[in-house]
């Protein structure tokens, strides 16, 4: 579904993505952890276009397409889907016509019509449920005013109605008490088909013990320094990434 | 030579027709005018409070007037729809400077309310209209003292002592011409104490292709705890000037709002000259300005608090985009006596395109230490992390700057205490945004079969 190759990129000038690689196919939920400043966000931010960043080499295709060609909303018309560890407030702009523009875009790309009022309407109050979205939340502005655990549940509501096939979410536990981390694990796990895959960026072995990944990256100073299955996340728990940030340096020097 | 000399030729020549089309008050101040005109220059482009307007060049051209007051053939109710019609109002026509007859409008208003023709007020009410025209609106401004010596018509709106005028009265103003065409027109507004109303005025062009001017002075009374509303919605071609000054005095307690929108224009200067005069005045003054394509647009507003414990809010908002210039000066003026004042005062703009160009001044003069005040001025682009939030979401970048656009506006839309005029107000910019500016016609625009249909 997903293949990136060799992938450099910079900000102002500085490189922080520095070489990575990685797999995602169809049904998988892979974790990306790595201490803060590994380049995390990054390549996410990446992976979903945002202009700020310059790919500088590499390759990255999504559903066998160039997804470096492609604009950010055609990415996501394509079913690539951020959820941002920040996510950004936008007033004035109310979350039923952002939404509506969303869903509405996406259908036109896909050539089909746009959706009824009723139809979204009953669409938005369907996957509010899955998060436990207040209503009133839905006619605010876009996370204007919303709570840390708001904005979170927020983007696991966006990304319950855009259904996309793959789904990145940045440190979308991170400021969550225990409540809100199991309504969030529990949405993106209602959300888990064969089809569709996930890459949960995190930092706390918590999250994992609600969504279950196969597979575990670290990645550090932009490159993904060890790739293992689940047990990988119980060490990093237990021992932290100082052991595994060695092992890889090592490894590099012989 | 002066621009104005050209007007003053046309007053000495043509005194007696002018005057024989007009009446009362209107005519007694003339000779008065034409001598503030005379020794008058106008202001330069680039001189203090013109910076960005030249009105040498906006009045220059030789305009037709239509001073020997022939009818115009048109019925402004028949070859006209507004794009606020849900809007349940007490509705009158302004054709150029001619009021239009309103007598199914009239039957709508409480007894002793007068909204009418200024010309047929100054004949049948002259001690009314002698008591309140040209008390405010100065001589000693060029723009003013041009309207007084050559305007003959326009409304005259009262409302007496203790009356609540509950619809709102809509005043739709047409200029259209074959040939480039100046329209003079005056409105005095008066409300007693403790009267109320509100009042909507919606500026169109017909005609795209005609050099139109509209020269308007407006005055208006506010007695002691009397509440009044203005809107003022400009919808005109981009060959249409307008300069408007506008003259307020408030009394004790009153509580006015005054909002400009200025929704399609080509080169406007509107100028509010507000006084708050006796303790307790409340004035909230927003202004909205969508500029795209080459229009210009100069807001003027002065605020002055002349007596202790009143209230001012300004709040005034741009998009500039294209080649088109927005400016805006924000002056507050606070008396020696004026203590407990409140002035607030806001600018902010968004500039999309290199070419679009806007200048803010605010100017603040306090002379007294008991106040709160502050203002704030900023220009800025859109935001390039909510352009990438939303287009992450799907949003191409066009709608994203639709979006932030209708969204920038939001909290002037939210001013407005009419919530029918809110919700019409909130469609109108979303459609302004949204559509091609160029293809806007006042009278066949794509725009108005949509809310049409949409109604
Ligand atoms: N706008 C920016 N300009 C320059 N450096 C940046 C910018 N944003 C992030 N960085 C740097 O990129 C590195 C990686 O950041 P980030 O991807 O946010 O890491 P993580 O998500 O793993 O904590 C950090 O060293 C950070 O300082
Ligand atoms: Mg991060």
Same mark, same amino acid.
């Given at each position: 579904?997903?293949?990136?190759?060799?992938?450099?990129?910079?900000?102002?000038?500085?490189?922080?993505?520095?070489?990575?690689?990685?797999?995602?196919?169809?049904?998988?939920?892979?974790?990306?952890?790595?201490?803060?400043?590994?380049?995390?966000?990054?390549?996410?931010?990446?992976?979903?276009?945002?202009?700020?960043?310059?790919?500088?080499?590499?390759?990255?295709?999504?559903?066998?397409?160039?997804?470096?060609?492609?604009?950010?909303?055609?990415?996501?018309?394509?079913?690539?889907?951020?959820?941002?560890?920040?996510?950004?407030?936008?007033?004035?702009?109310?979350?039923?016509?952002?939404?509506?523009?969303?869903?509405?875009?996406?259908?036109?790309?896909?050539?089909?019509?746009?959706?009824?009022?009723?139809?979204?309407?009953?669409?938005?109050?369907?996957? %509010?449920? #899955?998060?436990?979205?207040?209503?009133? &939340? $839905?006619?605010?502005?876009?996370?204007? !005013? *919303?709570?840390?655990?708001?904005?979170?549940?927020?983007?696991?509501?966006?990304?319950?109605?855009?259904?996309?096939?793959?789904?990145?979410?940045?440190?979308?536990?991170?400021?969550?008490?225990?409540?809100?981390?199991?309504?969030?694990?529990?949405?993106?796990?209602?959300?888990?088909?064969?089809?569709?895959?996930?890459?949960?960026?995190?930092?706390?072995?918590?999250?994992?013990?609600?969504?279950?990944?196969?597979?575990?990256?670290?990645?550090?100073?932009? %490159?993904? #320094?060890?790739?293992?299955?689940?047990? &990988? $996340?119980?060490?990093?728990?237990?021992? !932290? *990434?100082?052991?595994?940030?060695?092992?890889?340096?090592?490894?590099?020097?012989? | 030579?002066?621009?104005?000399?050209?007007?003053?030729?046309?007053?000495?020549?043509?005194?007696?027709?002018?005057?024989?089309?007009?009446?009362?008050?209107?005519?007694?101040?003339?000779?008065?005018?034409?001598?503030?005109?005379?020794?008058?220059?106008?202001?330069?482009?680039?001189?203090?409070?013109?910076?960005?307007?030249?009105?040498?060049?906006?009045?220059?051209?030789?305009?037709?007037?239509?001073?020997?007051?022939?009818?115009?053939?048109?019925?402004?109710?028949?070859?006209?729809?507004?794009?606020?019609?849900?809007?349940?109002?007490?509705?009158?026509?302004?054709?150029?400077?001619?009021?239009?007859?309103?007598?199914?409008?009239?039957?709508?208003?409480?007894?002793?309310?007068?909204?009418?023709?200024?010309?047929?007020?100054?004949?049948?009410?002259?001690?009314?209209?002698?008591?309140?025209?040209?008390?405010?609106?100065?001589?000693?401004?060029?723009?003013?003292?041009?309207?007084?010596?050559?305007?003959?018509?326009?409304?005259?709106?009262?409302?007496?002592?203790?009356?609540?005028?509950?619809?709102?009265?809509?005043?739709?103003?047409?200029?259209?011409?074959?040939?480039?065409?100046?329209?003079?027109?005056?409105?005095?507004?008066?409300?007693?104490?403790?009267?109320?109303?509100?009042?909507?005025?919606?500026?169109?062009?017909?005609?795209?292709?005609?050099?139109?001017?509209?020269?308007?002075?407006?005055?208006?009374?506010?007695?002691?705890?009397?509440?009044?509303?203005?809107?003022?919605?400009?919808?005109?071609?981009?060959?249409?000037?307008?300069?408007?000054?506008?003259?307020?005095?408030?009394?004790?307690?009153?509580?006015?709002?005054?909002?400009?929108?200025?929704?399609?224009?080509?080169?406007?200067?509107?100028?509010?000259?507000?006084?708050?005069?006796?303790?307790?005045?409340?004035?909230?003054?927003?202004?909205?300005?969508?500029?795209?394509?080459?229009?210009?647009?100069?807001?003027?507003?002065?605020?002055?608090?002349?007596?202790?414990?009143?209230?001012?809010?300004?709040?005034?908002?741009?998009?500039?985009?294209?080649?088109?210039?927005?400016?805006?000066?924000?002056?507050?003026?606070?008396?020696?006596?004026?203590?407990?004042?409140?002035?607030?005062?806001?600018?902010?703009?968004?500039?999309?395109?290199?070419?679009?160009?806007?200048?803010?001044?605010?100017?603040?003069?306090?002379?007294?230490?008991?106040?709160?005040?502050?203002?704030?001025?900023?220009?800025?682009?859109?935001?390039?992390?909510?352009?990438?939030?939303?287009?992450?979401?799907?949003?191409?970048?066009?709608?994203?700057?639709?979006?932030?656009?209708?969204?920038?506006?939001?909290?002037?839309?939210?001013?407005?205490?009419?919530?029918?005029?809110?919700?019409?107000?909130?469609?109108?910019?979303?459609?302004?945004?949204?559509?091609?500016?160029?293809?806007?016609?006042?009278?066949?625009?794509?725009?108005?079969?949509?809310?049409?249909?949409?109604?």
């Amino acid at each position: 579904m997903l293949t990136v190759k060799d992938l450099h990129a910079t900000i102002g000038g500085k490189e922080i993505l520095r070489g990575i690689n990685l797999e995602v196919h169809p049904g998988e939920v892979h974790a990306i952890m790595g201490p803060n400043g590994s380049g995390k966000s990054t390549l996410s931010m990446v992976l979903a276009g945002n202009p700020a960043y310059e790919v500088t080499h590499g390759e990255a295709t999504f559903r066998g397409k160039n997804l470096l060609e492609m604009t950010p909303d055609v990415r996501s018309h394509e079913g690539l889907f951020l959820g941002f560890q920040y996510p950004v407030e936008i007033p004035g702009v109310s979350m039923v016509n952002f939404m509506r523009a969303a869903i509405n875009e996406k259908r036109k790309y896909l050539g089909e019509e746009p959706m009824s009022a009723t139809e979204f309407l009953k669409l938005m109050r369907e996957k %509010r449920s #899955i998060v436990d979205l207040d209503s009133k &939340l $839905a006619s605010r502005s876009v996370n204007e !005013g *919303f709570s840390g655990g708001e904005k979170k549940r927020n983007e696991i509501f966006q990304m319950a109605m855009l259904e996309p096939r793959l789904a990145i979410l940045d440190e979308t536990d991170s400021g969550l008490d225990v409540d809100a981390l199991r309504i969030v694990a529990e949405g993106v796990n209602k959300l888990r088909t064969p089809e569709n895959a996930t890459i949960v960026i995190t930092h706390y072995q918590r999250l994992l013990d609600y969504i279950k990944p196969q597979i575990i990256h670290v990645l550090y100073k932009g %490159r993904i #320094i060890k790739t293992a299955g689940p047990e &990988l $996340a119980l060490e990093i728990e237990e021992r !932290g *990434f100082d052991h595994i940030i060695r092992e890889a340096e090592n490894a590099e020097k012989s | 030579m002066n621009a104005l000399k050209q007007y003053i030729d046309l007053y000495l020549a043509n005194r007696e027709l002018i005057d024989r089309g007009s009446a009362g008050a209107l005519n007694a101040l003339r000779p008065a005018a034409c001598e503030a005109l005379s020794v008058a220059t106008l202001p330069r482009k680039g001189s203090e409070d013109y910076e960005h307007t030249d009105l040498s060049a906006i009045l220059s051209p030789d305009f037709g007037l239509n001073i020997a007051r022939r009818h115009l053939a048109i019925d402004p109710a028949q070859s006209f729809s507004c794009r606020v019609p849900s809007l349940s109002t007490a509705l009158f026509f302004l054709t150029g400077d001619t009021f239009g007859a309103a007598d199914r409008a009239r039957a709508q208003l409480p007894e002793g309310v007068i909204v009418c023709s200024l010309a047929h007020a100054a004949r049948e009410y002259p001690q009314l209209v002698d008591r309140y025209y040209g008390k405010l609106a100065p001589l000693s401004n060029p723009l003013v003292a041009l309207n007084s010596m050559l305007v003959q018509d326009g409304v005259f709106i009262y409302v007496p002592r203790g009356v609540k005028v509950e619809k709102p009265l809509q005043l739709v103003s047409i200029l259209n011409g074959e040939i480039p065409m100046m329209a003079v027109r005056r409105l005095l507004i008066v409300l007693e104490e403790e009267a109320e109303a509100r009042l909507l005025c919606c500026d169109h062009t017909q005609g795209a292709d005609t050099p139109l001017l509209n020269l308007q002075t407006i005055e208006i009374h506010a007695g002691a705890r009397s509440r009044f509303d203005l809107y003022e919605l400009e919808e005109s071609s981009r060959l249409t000037s307008r300069l408007s000054s506008l003259y307020l005095a408030m009394e004790a307690d009153a509580n006015l709002l005054l909002d400009g929108i200025t929704l399609f224009n080509g080169r406007t200067r509107n100028e509010y000259h507000c006084t708050l005069s006796e303790p307790g005045a409340t004035l909230r003054l927003l202004g909205m300005g969508i500029e795209d394509d080459s229009r210009t647009l100069d807001n003027y507003t002065l605020i002055r608090h002349e007596a202790p414990g009143c209230y001012s809010d300004e709040l005034m908002k741009y998009v500039v985009e294209d080649n088109a210039t927005g400016a805006f000066s924000g002056r507050i003026y606070v008396a020696p006596g004026a203590s407990k004042t409140e002035a607030y005062q806001a600018n902010r703009n968004m500039v999309t395109t290199p070419g679009a160009r806007m200048f803010s001044k605010p100017q603040l003069e306090i002379y007294n230490d008991d106040v709160k005040c502050s203002h704030g001025t900023a220009i800025g682009q859109m935001d390039e992390k909510q352009l990438f939030y939303m287009q992450q979401r799907g949003l191409s970048l066009p709608v994203a700057h639709t979006l932030l656009k209708q969204a920038f506006m939001a909290d002037v839309i939210e001013g407005v205490r009419l919530q029918p005029l809110r919700d019409r107000l909130r469609m109108l910019v979303d459609m302004r945004f949204a559509a091609n500016s160029s293809d806007h016609d006042c009278n066949t625009c794509a725009m108005q079969e949509q809310t049409d249909s949409n109604a």
